[in-house]
Each structure stands twice: as C-alpha cells, then as structure tokens.
C-alpha cells in the first residue's frame, strides 16, 4: 500500500507545487527532499552555464542556462537612443529627451520606456553634460551674490 501512495504522491507533485496553497517554502522543502545536489559548470560560451542535478533517484540531468544579468548594473542601453542623448543632451533637458525618446519610441536596454532616470543614467554613462541653468547674459543667483558680495537668501 504504500508503494501506491508513494506513487500517487509522486504523479501528484506538479499540482502540490502549484497549488496556491503552497508556500514558498514549502516548495524549496519540496525540491530538497528531491535533489541530491546541484553542480554548476562553465561553458565555454561565457553567456552560459551548465548545470547538473543529480536526483535522490540514482538520476542525473545537465541544463545549459543563460548566465543572468549581475543585479544592480543596467542593460546596455540601444545605439539609436544613446546616440540621440549624446546628440541633443548638451543642449535640451532631461524632460524633453524623454519626451523626444518616446516620440521615436526608443526603449531602455531592459525594454522599459524612458525616464528621466534613465536619460540621468545614459547621461553619466556617457558624461553627457546637462545644459548650463541660465541662458547666455544671463546671471545665475549664486554668481550674483558672488558678484554683490552677499548671500543668496538676498539676492533672493
């Protein structure tokens, strides 16, 4: 009898696994009581990964994965929208850019709509310069109270 538990149980994993009932750990309780050890291998494409499992059966399985992404570090960001930012950057504000980004329909290089935070980003990656606060003949705040010799709060 219990063989045939074990064996409705086993057909049974795929729905114990899925169902919404299971937590989270539960199904890494559950892989453990599976596995026998994880073995992960270079390839020589370095974008990729070997991994061998060998299973508390006696069996063993090879999967060759994509190496993900370290986290934290953005995706590069397309040539197109880089190139525009390089372009127009010196001259036009972050707000704008995303605007002339979206009207192109450029994406981030995790294929998200720009932001400004994005454009800040491409904007250092690239040491693109934002454009100066003032026009031309005109006199920030800072320099005219350097220029009086008084505080900002004055001139303000």
């Keep these: 009898m219990r063989s045939h538990r074990g064996a409705r149980t086993a057909a049974d994993l795929p729905a114990l696994r899925h169902a919404?009932?299971?937590?989270?750990?539960?199904?890494?309780?559950?892989?453990?009581?599976l596995i026998a050890d994880v073995t992960?291998?270079?390839?020589?494409?370095?974008?990729?990964?070997?991994i061998g499992?060998?299973?508390?059966?006696?069996?063993?399985d090879q999967l060759i994965i994509g190496r993900p992404r370290p986290s934290g570090i953005p995706a590069v960001t397309p040539s197109p929208a880089a190139?525009?930012?390089?372009?127009?950057?010196?001259?036009a504000g972050n707000d704008e850019l995303v605007a002339i980004?979206?009207?192109?329909g450029y994406l981030t290089g995790a294929g998200r709509p720009f932001d400004v935070k994005a454009v800040?980003?491409?904007r250092h990656v690239y040491k693109v310069p934002v454009p100066p606060a003032v026009a031309a003949g005109e006199v920030s705040v800072k320099d005219a109270a350097a220029r009086l010799g008084?505080?900002?709060?004055?001139?303000y």
Excluded: F, N, Y
């Design 83 to 91: 190139e525009l930012i390089r372009r127009l950057g010196p001259t």
């Design 20 to 33: 919404p009932t299971t937590t989270a750990r539960d199904r890494k309780r559950l892989l453990r009581t």
């Design 101 to 104: 980004l979206a009207r192109h």
């Design 40 to 50: 992960l291998m270079p390839e020589p494409d370095r974008a990729k990964a070997r």
């Design 53 to 60: 499992i060998r299973w508390h059966a006696g069996t063993a």
């Design 120 to 122: 800040q980003w491409v």
């Design 150 to 155: 008084c505080s900002i709060g004055v001139v």
